[in-house]
């Protein structure tokens, strides 16, 4: 029997207990005794709920005749166990576990009732049991394929809708070894080895045509690998983006190279048919004069199909024909079924569903297919891009015609020019000499019988022969520029310009001139023609300044700047008005009103030079005397081996 101070402590901790707990007659199944947590429980004071039988506050459905079978379980079988719902006082209902345990108390049999809340428990129970459906559901429904391997390889799991792609179920593989499932697949192996020896991997892998990007995650535990995750994505349409678009880029710069019309078709329609596997395609030009776009290039499917030899002999779109009027519509148009066109190009040939793509106003791309099909807008992306560099390439094609057309004209009257130039040059020489000759024999011979005025007009026409002389070799030397040059080398201008010092160095002390020079950077040119430049500068310099009685000062300088270099030639003398400043370079043309004699060519000659050399010269506008501007290409340093 208990003591009286175990019987104390038993009560102390019974009312204590924060769960509710009842104890209960094991024959009859009244309670007989119940702690303040019961009571609270059951919205009642404990004293109250002493004499009630458990089935008075059982939940609907359990009656006091199932609550008797668990009392009498739990006094013969040491326990029992039952959940249910009740209804507390504040109306909520509270999910209870009830376990009951035999228990003899004072030499008596009695069964006491633990209960606990377990509503949170529940909850969060139902809660994760929901989670884990959605996340199983998701799983399932997900392009991927997801599975994984135990530490020794083995499938424990396999899921998601990739599997649907290689014909195998969810689960089918759990339980076999990875290493014989995919042992002829030598890159899967690899993956997975090193998977299971801790690394996580990233790979593309192929299997059966297709391609996948799986991802291969090692699980620990405490530092012991538990499992390996995996998740494979099938990425064999994106692959076959990609390639399409490589094949694009390729088309472009294989377009690049294309010089004619037909040499474009033929790149584009092979490119198209690569980029979407259809090989009927062919390409059409545009002749706005009737109106009709004409065959120019095919595949040689696109031939076979249309029972021709070759892309020339392909139908031409006339005005009345439905693709004429999708040309002229602009807009890139899927006809699903070519024979329900009402006037088609070629109404015998079975074609079905076709793309036209016009190229701009130069012609038109058409894709065909023998079958209705679509196309998708992946594909039709990729084409509206081919058909757009290929108008490009039209449009370059065209200019590039023109400007070889213009060019070859301009060689042909450049040769021209300068053949008569020359020619008349020469030929004038002769008659030149002869009035030159003539009237210094008139002079001689005549020359004392004559009076003062008729010889004044006999030196009227010796000066004016000789002016003309002049003229005339300054024209021949304009002519000789391109014909009479020498090759570009590198060539310093600090030499060059001391050589032209030199040949001037007469004139230069009888005019008392002074002229300076700064480094000169090295160029890449004619050496001869940058003296011919440097000399028409200085003497055209030292001759204005003379006239206007100034003492000339003449400074030449030059900076480079990345790959030109920018000479400055400056003097103080009269300087040309800003009206000239174009004009100045054209030939016979001589800037203000001057005595001093002159061609009015020189400034053209050095023009025609530096142009030669891809460099321009002008004037730069100045408050005191000329200064004079051109660039020559600098010299491109290659630096030797490391």
């Known amino acids: 029997m208990a003591s009286t101070e175990d019987t104390a402590l038993f009560r102390d901790v019974f009312q204590a207990n924060p769960d509710p707990i009842m104890i209960h007659d094991a024959d009859t199944g009244t309670v007989v005794r119940a702690n303040e947590a019961a009571g609270a429980l059951l919205g009642r004071p404990p004293a109250d709920v002493v004499g009630m039988h458990v089935g008075e506050f059982s939940p609907p459905g359990f009656s006091t005749a199932d ?17 249910w719902t009740t209804q507390g006082p504040d109306d909520e209902s509270r999910r209870v576990e009830v376990s009951l345990e035999r228990a003899v108390i004072d030499d008596v049999t009695r069964v006491v009732a633990f209960i606990h809340d377990v509503t949170e428990i529940r909850r969060q129970e139902r809660k994760h049991t929901e989670r884990s459906r959605q996340l199983q559901t998701l799983i399932e429904n997900l392009p991927v394929v997801v599975f994984t391997l135990d530490p020794d390889g083995v499938f424990t799991y396999s899921a998601g809708k990739g599997l649907d792609e290689l014909g195998i179920e969810p689960g089918e593989f759990e339980g ?13 192996i690899t993956a997975v080895e090193r998977a299971l020896d801790g690394e996580e991997v990233r790979v593309t892998q192929e299997i059966d045509g297709l391609v996948f990007e799986t991802w291969y995650r090692p699980v620990f535990d405490d530092g012991e690998l538990t499992q390996v995750v995996s998740v494979s994505r099938d990425i064999t349409d994106l692959k076959q983006r990609e390639a399409r678009i490589e094949t694009l880029s390729e088309a472009t710069n294989e377009l690049l190279y294309t010089r004619t019309e037909r040499a474009v078709a033929d790149t584009v329609t092979q490119i198209a048919q690569r980029i979407i596997d259809q090989p009927l395609a062919a390409m059409w030009s545009y002749d706005s004069d009737d109106d009709t776009l004409y065959p120019i290039g095919a595949t040689s499917e696109a031939a076979d199909f249309a029972a021709v030899e070759t892309a020339s002999d392909l139908p031409p779109m006339g005005p009345e024909s439905d693709e004429n009027r999708l040309f002229h519509d602009g807009s890139p148009t899927v006809v699903e079924d070519y024979q329900t066109l ?7 040939t079975p074609l ?36 757009s560099t290929g108008a490009a390439a039209l449009d370059r094609v065209e200019r590039e015609t023109r400007l070889k057309s213009k060019q070859t004209e301009l060689e042909r009257s450049n040769e021209a020019l300068q053949q008569f130039a020359y020619i008349a040059s020469h030929d004038l020489q002769e008659p030149l000499r002869m009035v030159s000759s003539y009237v210094d024999l008139l002079d001689s011979e005549y020359g004392d019988d004559l009076d003062e005025e008729a010889a004044e007009y006999m030196a009227f026409a010796v000066d004016g022969a000789r002016r003309m002389q002049e003229m005339v070799n300054a024209l021949l030397r304009y002519s000789r520029v391109e014909t009479n040059s020498g090759d570009f080398e590198e060539t310093d201008p600090e030499a060059v310009l001391n050589r ?35 000399q028409n500068l200085l003497e055209n310099a030292i001759e204005y300044s ?20 920018t000479f400055t030639v400056s003097d103080n003398g009269p300087g040309i008005p800003v009206a000239d400043h174009e004009e100045v370079f054209d030939i016979f043309h001589r800037a203000g009103a001057h005595d001093t004699e002159g061609t009015g060519i020189g400034l053209a000659v050095c023009q025609r030079i530096v142009l030669r050399h891809d460099g321009r010269i002008w004037v730069e506008p100045s408050d005191d005397g000329a200064t004079f501007k051109f660039t020559l290409p600098a010299v491109t340093e290659v630096s030797g081996d490391d």
């Open 500 to 534: 032209t010092l030199d040949a001037l160095q007469m004139r230069i002390e009888e005019v008392d001139a002074t002229i300076t020079a700064e480094s000169l950077s090295p160029v890449e040119a004619d050496p001869n023609q940058v003296g011919q430049v440097f």
């Open 342 to 348: 009402s006037n088609p190009s070629v109404p015998q």
């Open 176 to 188: 076999a070894s990875v290493f014989e499932v995919y042992s002829q697949y030598p890159d899967i």
């Open 352 to 387: 079905r569903t076709v793309l036209f793509l016009p190229l701009e106003d130069y012609g038109m791309l058409c894709i065909g297919s023998p079958t209705v099909e679509s196309f998708d807008s992946h594909e039709r992306f990729l084409l509206e891009i081919l058909a």
């Open 546 to 565: 003379v006239e206007a009685d100034i003492e000339p000062r003449v400074k030449v300088s030059a900076e480079e700047d990345d790959d030109m270099v």
């Open 67 to 83: 609550a008797n079978a668990l009392i009498t379980e739990a006094a013969t079988s040491g326990s029992a166990q039952v959940e």
